[in-house]
């Protein structure tokens, strides 16, 4: 008997996702998991240039797909998903409100 060895992965015909592409879907990820991502972490968490990360965000802006906001404390600029930034700031205030108690 052969047995075939396969990955638990789900496997994908299509072609590899590009950098925008994955950065796209975390940053997507996380606002549909109620965070916000910091652009400032892209950099860092994909490997590329501070500028790249800078060109990247300003193409998601461009399309709509996400929209921004600034913290309060740092003036660092946040990213989700269009439509969720209400509903991300709700949560936000939430957690901090019960990390006080």
Request: proline letters at 1%; aromatic letters at 8%; glycine letters at 6%.
């Amino acid at each position: 008997m052969s047995y075939n060895n396969k990955s638990y992965r789900k496997s994908r015909n299509s072609k590899p996702q590009t950098t925008e592409e994955k950065i796209k879907s975390f940053v997507i990820r996380n606002s549909k998991n109620g965070y916000y991502t910091k652009v400032s972490t892209l950099s860092y968490k994909f490997e590329i240039s501070e500028e790249r990360a800078w060109e990247i965000v300003g193409g998601l802006l461009d399309e709509g797909l996400v929209e921004s906001v600034h913290d309060e404390n740092s003036g660092e600029m946040k990213l989700c998903e269009t439509g969720k930034t209400y509903i991300i700031l709700n949560l936000e205030q939430k957690r901090r409100h019960q990390k006080r108690k």
